[in-house]
């Protein structure tokens, strides 16, 4: 009896040691996870801000060619050249603009690293779990789990296997369309048996 309670004590023991090793591993990829994108988002700040300057310059280009058109009146060939210059500014603008606060291309992946969130599934509540998961490793996702509520007794107010929500890094989203890392956690909670 002795031997068959020291066994069984050392299987538990073994059992809780490959346990903590387990939440220990994912414990250290999560943090991996956050630092990598981290290090992504202070990349694409960097990158938007070495266009302020453009456009701050662009907006002072403009405005000293607005000066010469009113100083000019409307025959001066300084007011001509102020319009000109002004129209030069709202281009420069615009394209600057879009290269500051633009929307990423409508590819699934951007540079390898960011994923689209599929537009067209919403509302969330009518997909079946199993569709939901196919659409988003379709888009790329590679960090995505799913959780039974174990909610459903007779089927009847809920069905089995509907999604409730989906999480993006914690977050509860309602729609789709928008950027994030394709290794971002994902969290698509189902009702179920």
Same mark, same amino acid.
């Given at each position: 009896?002795?031997?068959?309670?020291?066994?069984? @004590?050392?299987?538990?023991?073994?059992?809780?040691?490959?346990?903590?090793?387990?939440?220990?591993?994912?414990?250290?990829?999560?943090?991996?996870?956050?630092?990598?994108?981290?290090?992504?988002?202070?990349?694409?700040?960097?990158?938007?801000?070495?266009?302020?300057?453009?456009?701050?310059?662009?907006?002072?280009?403009?405005?000293?060619?607005?000066?010469?058109?009113?100083?000019?009146?409307?025959?001066?060939?300084?007011?001509?050249?102020?319009?000109?210059?002004?129209?030069?500014?709202?281009?420069?603008?615009?394209?600057?603009?879009?290269?500051?606060?633009?929307?990423?291309?409508? @590819?699934?992946?951007?540079?390898?690293?960011?994923?689209?969130?599929?537009?067209?599934?919403? =509302?969330?509540?009518?997909?079946?779990?199993?569709?939901?998961?196919?659409?988003?490793?379709?888009?790329?996702?590679?960090?995505?789990?799913?959780?039974?509520?174990?909610?459903?007794?007779?089927?009847?107010?809920?069905?089995?296997?509907?999604?409730?929500?989906?999480?993006?890094?914690?977050?509860? $989203?309602?729609?789709?369309?928008?950027?994030? =890392?394709?290794?971002?956690? $994902?969290? $698509?909670?189902?009702?179920?048996?």
């Amino acid at each position: 009896m002795g031997r068959l309670k020291a066994q069984e @004590d050392f299987r538990l023991e073994q059992q809780r040691l490959e346990e903590e090793e387990k939440e220990e591993a994912e414990r250290q990829l999560r943090e991996k996870q956050e630092r990598e994108l981290n290090a992504l988002e202070d990349e694409k700040a960097r990158k938007k801000r070495k266009w302020v300057p453009w456009f701050c310059g662009t907006v002072i280009f403009g405005a000293i060619g607005l000066l010469m058109m009113a100083l000019g009146g409307f025959t001066n060939s300084a007011s001509i050249v102020g319009m000109v210059v002004v129209i030069a500014a709202f281009c420069t603008a615009y394209f600057v603009y879009g290269r500051i606060f633009g929307q990423k291309p409508t @590819d699934y992946e951007v540079d390898g690293d960011y994923v689209l969130f599929p537009k067209g599934m919403e =509302p969330f509540n009518v997909l079946d779990f199993g569709e939901a998961l196919t659409k988003l490793k379709e888009a790329g996702f590679n960090n995505i789990t799913c959780r039974n509520l174990h909610d459903v007794r007779l089927g009847i107010l809920t069905q089995e296997g509907k999604v409730q929500n989906i999480r993006v890094s914690g977050k509860i $989203i309602y729609s789709g369309g928008s950027w994030y =890392p394709k290794y971002i956690p $994902i969290m $698509i909670t189902y009702h179920g048996k």
